[in-house]
């Protein structure tokens, strides 16, 4: 069988019905009798609940009203900690916190009538910036504010500091940032007593919803059924909160034996539900005179909002790659995710290494100019080889070139001459020219045992009518999921592209093959799926129906075959550990993740020295990431990361007054928009990784994580003062520079 379908431009699975309207959203859905619910909201950032009244001249006795006293099973929002109320309960712990909802017929009604419940709240002593969380000004959570730690160690950091030749401390900091996908949340519930409750809606994990529902209403697994829709992108704020929308809509169906449906508008959507955690870290960095690292210490902290949700798996993340994929002998990282009384933080996606990566790249550069190297030359030192290991003590067994991926990125943005001629240029004009860059990692899949967790299944079934169908819960939220499934299903059965298809993600009929996150959708599943389609392709020449040597004519006539004599034709595939891959959760030790995906990003602005505005003029991406499936795809996902992170590095700021968002609006939270994203040129080094399919490794988280600081570099480099905050907002310019002259 000739290799025609992966690593080929293949056109989008679902694109004709997008471009042509056909595709339906929850929002598009009506059942009869349905009624469509709101949710009201606490006006406060904590305090105790002392009454509920309903006010105005509404026909108060045509609502439905749930409240915390109507939830059936347990009132949580099931996760981890399972710590979050699904609608308060004698407190609040963060403005926006759902408390109480209503349904009506006539939704321009149901949102009148919000407006005239006041809820009475006995204020409590409220926290908001980490600092104070960790001060423990108040306790927001458990005992002392902290919500999860990790400490990793490697060799011995304190027999280090006494013999360095230079010692280099700094602080960073990122800001919050709201995924901002073009279609905001929504659910559509029916449910009773006797039928279960079934939602379909807008998300990235059917099986978290399935959870939570299940928890929230007391019933078992087989009355619970969750579809998920057409979805108009997640990037992590539809892996988690939907549970909690769903949840509303679901209660709201319950009370009232009637459909509903519950859609938030932009403004709701951006206020109450989860952004980016904003993050603090502090470096301690122990390097010889020949620039060799000697020891690293790093202090990394994030802001988890008031409750739990995801903030534990999050700070894994960036404390695993917050010592970069560079080799030091001795390293302590101590992280923590502390509580305050913001609405909570969640799934972003890079999944907290974004704002570790930040910090550490940034930091290296101040690392270089006390040595008296240059940034590049200071890294090509200490790039982590194979065989090497990582802060976890992981064995690195991959084939790894990051000086070749350096070399590659500087080439195609010719980063040394630009950096020597912008030097000449930049003391005769006042548009500063600066180039920067970033070389990191990034992790495929969950960390360290959490796919022998979750131990993913994936089936493959050869219909009556000769297709292939996939079965998976892994959505398509527009990264083309379900293009590339197609692409690995096609190409291990020897068949046509148009000949497979994905059924939708439907609890009821696709098995639990783990959430859409985590870059572990192309590796993870695609090599389930990859395994299935064998074993599907096996159990038809097990029987005499498939010769080698067959068409995709031959493979659809024996399927037709089978499942006239035997009956439905589905093999299953389940996740398995690659050898040699141990992690110990307890210490915080071994194989963190079983791939890397590899980069070197360069980014090329221009500063207005008046105005403090910064402009991004040109963009290299240079990546590793095994086997591409689809490049057409693989570099959209590249540059939607980039763009997506630009604005995270230099506008995209979430104004805070008492724990509650200000500019929940798209006209006063900006983001980048096509005339603000440069040409971004991406080039792919492929390596295969044995355990993926085709050798292919995740890439969609990447791109987040290497961008800003990239970006950042480059604005030092173009104003020659330190910036060590994003997003680096022209006011955060001028201080800087303010500072210098000072």
């Not at 419940?117 to 908001?128: D, G, N, T, Y």
């Not at 819960?473 to 083309?480: C, P």
């Not at 399927?559 to 009956?567: F, I, L, M, P």
């Amino acid at each position: 069988m000739a290799n025609r379908v992966m690593a080929q431009p293949l056109p989008r699975k679902e694109a004709p019905d997008k471009v042509t309207g056909r595709a339906r959203y929850v929002d598009d859905y009506s059942l009869p009798g349905m009624l469509h619910g709101a949710t009201v909201r606490s006006p406060c950032a904590r305090g105790r609940l002392r009454g509920i009244h309903f006010e105005g001249d509404l026909p108060w006795q045509e609502f439905t009203i749930v409240t915390a006293a109507d939830i059936p099973g347990k009132n949580c929002v099931r996760l981890i900690l399972d710590d979050q109320p699904c609608l308060a309960d004698g407190v609040v712990n963060h403005p926006e916190e759902p408390i109480l909802l209503l349904a009506h017929p006539d939704k321009y009604l149901v949102e009148e009538a919000r407006r005239w419940v006041r809820v009475e709240i006995e204020p409590l002593l409220a926290v908001f910036p980490l600092e104070e969380s960790l001060a423990q000004k108040e306790i927001v959570w458990g005992t002392d504010n902290v919500l999860k730690s990790i400490r990793v160690e490697k060799g011995n950091v304190d027999e280090v500091w006494a013999r360095a030749d230079y010692i280099v401390e700094g602080e960073y900091r990122t800001g919050a940032q709201e995924q901002l996908y073009i279609e905001t949340n929504g659910m559509l519930a029916l449910a009773s007593p006797e039928q279960g409750v079934t939602v379909w809606g807008s998300m990235q994990c059917p099986y978290y919803v399935h959870k939570a529902l299940v928890t929230l209403f007391g019933l078992p697994e087989s009355k619970v059924r969750v579809i998920q829709v057409e979805t108009g992108g997640g990037f992590g704020g539809k892996e988690e909160y939907p549970s909690m929308i769903a949840g509303h809509a679901a209660l709201l169906a319950w009370k009232s034996g009637r459909p509903v449906k519950l859609i938030y508008d932009r403004a709701e959507d951006m206020a109450a539900t989860t952004k980016r955690h904003p993050s603090r870290s502090r470096h301690r960095t122990a390097v010889s005179k020949e620039g060799k690292l000697l020891a690293m210490e790093i202090d990394f902290v994030i802001d988890g909002g008031a409750y739990a949700t995801l903030s534990a798996v999050v700070l894994s993340r960036g404390t695993i790659h917050a010592a970069g994929p560079y080799f030091c002998p001795n390293v302590r990282i101590r992280s923590r995710a502390v509580a305050t009384n913001a609405p909570p933080h969640g799934a972003f996606r890079g999944f907290g290494a974004p704002q570790s990566t930040f910090a550490l790249e940034h930091h290296l550069n101040k690392v270089a100019r006390a040595v008296g190297l240059e940034p590049d030359e200071l890294r090509r030192r200490n790039f982590l080889p194979e065989g090497q290991t990582t802060a976890t003590g992981q064995v690195i067994r991959e084939p790894v070139d990051m000086a070749g991926l350096m070399a590659k990125a500087f080439e195609l943005s010719d980063y040394h001459a630009k950096l020597k001629r912008f030097a000449q240029e930049n003391p005769r004009r006042r548009q500063k020219k600066g180039i920067g860059f970033a070389s990191f990692f990034h992790g495929s899949g969950f960390t360290g045992s959490g796919e022998k967790y979750l131990a993913s299944v994936v089936g493959v079934e050869a219909t009556p009518e000769g297709r292939v169908r996939i079965l998976t819960a892994s959505t398509e939220i527009g990264q083309g999921t379900i293009t590339i499934l197609c692409q690995i299903a096609a190409e291990a059965l020897g068949v046509g592209y148009e000949q497979v298809e994905m059924a939708p993600p439907d609890t009821a009929s696709v098995p639990n093959s783990g959430p859409t996150v985590a870059s572990r959708t192309c590796m993870i599943v695609g090599k389930l799926v990859e395994s299935a389609a064998i074993g599907l392709k096996q159990t038809l020449q097990g029987v005499g129906l498939l010769r080698e040597g067959y068409s995709p004519a031959d493979f659809a006539a024996s399927a037709r075959a089978y499942n006239e004599k035997y009956g439905p034709l589905r093999t299953f595939s389940q996740y398995q550990v690659p050898p040699g891959i141990e992690w110990d959760d307890e210490n915080y030790r071994g194989d963190a993740y079983s791939a890397y995906a590899w980069a070197v990003y360069v980014a090329e602005v221009t500063v207005d020295s008046l105005t403090y505005e910064v402009t991004v003029d040109d963009f290299v991406a240079v990546q590793e990431v095994g086997r591409v499936i689809n490049p057409t795809l693989a570099a959209g996902q590249i540059e939607g990361g980039v763009a997506q992170a630009i604005g995270f590095a230099l506008t995209e700021n979430v104004a805070w007054q008492d724990g509650r968002m200000l500019n929940s609006q798209m006209t006063n939270y900006i983001i980048p928009t096509s005339a603000d994203v440069p040409p971004i040129r991406v080039h792919f080094e492929e390596i295969p990784y044995p355990y993926g399919p085709g050798g292919a490794k995740g890439l969609g988280e990447l791109p987040m994580d290497g961008t800003a600081p990239a970006v950042v570099n480059a604005v030092e480099n173009a104003l020659g003062v330190a910036v060590d905050q994003i997003p680096a907002l022209p006011e955060v310019l001028m201080d800087a520079v303010e500072v210098v002259r000072a």
